[in-house]
């Protein structure tokens, strides 16, 4: 499983559920948009900081970040 990938979805999935766009989760973690959207494809490598940040501005916990999710499950089968 790559950590990278899944913390991706799982922040596209919680930012899009809250009806946020990357520049407004940007804005609340301190963040450029551009990192947001590089974490949300798999590209950059969040610190456990980051983590806990984004967490606080989209109001989850930090382990909603790096739960498994559905499509983790199915490359671990694969």
Do not use: W
């Amino acid at each position: 499983m790559d950590i990278r990938k899944l913390v991706g979805r799982n922040l596209s999935r919680i930012r899009k559920a809250a009806g946020l766009t990357q520049e407004a989760v940007a804005e609340r973690a301190n963040l450029s948009q551009q990192y947001v959207s590089g974490l949300e494809s798999g590209k950059r490598n969040p610190t456990v900081e980051t983590l806990l940040v984004l967490a606080q501005a989209l109001g989850v916990s930090h382990l909603d970040l790096v739960k498994p999710d559905d499509q983790s499950h199915q490359e671990n089968l694969g």
